[in-house]
């Protein structure tokens, strides 16, 4: 199945790693996990929102303009 995560982009659910909240950014795990990425790794969805979520897949992080409660709950209605 598939989920959508923001400006007409989806993604496999079977890819999906983890969905985490971006406002966590503060949080030093996740600062570092975001700027450890290779170049290329990281796709910016819907460029005039703020991120609200990042979505880990298998080998691309997305940001996402929806929020990680709302993507869940798609993420829970496609399995």
Do not use: C, W
């Amino acid at each position: 199945m598939y989920l959508h995560i923001g400006d007409a982009r989806i993604v496999f659910s079977r890819e999906v790693i983890g969905i985490f909240q971006y406002d966590q950014y503060d949080n030093m795990i996740n600062r570092e996990f975001l700027e450890s990425l290779p170049e290329g790794a990281m796709k910016v969805i819907a460029k005039a929102e703020k991120p609200k979520s990042f979505v880990v897949t298998d080998n691309t992080v997305f940001l996402s303009p929806i929020s990680p409660l709302t993507l869940g709950r798609r993420q829970k209605k496609t399995r």
